[in-house]
């Protein structure tokens, strides 16, 4: 989240949301790699961040 700045909060213009929509689906799926926790959809993740 540190490198990828507030992405609730993405650049205007189609790209920004594009690109804030391609940077939680990572998050996602890179946070639902540890198995010690509860997987999540990239909508309940958002929730977590905020």
């Not at 690109?19 to 939680?24: L, P, V």
Request: hydrophobic share 30%; glycine share 8%; no cysteine.
């Amino acid at each position: 989240m540190e490198r990828n700045g507030d992405l609730n909060k993405p650049a205007d213009g189609p790209h920004g949301r594009l690109t804030a929509t391609n940077k939680w689906a990572e998050l996602t799926r890179v946070l639902n790699l540890d198995t010690t926790g509860t997987s999540k959809t990239v909508d309940k993740w958002k929730k977590a961040f905020i």
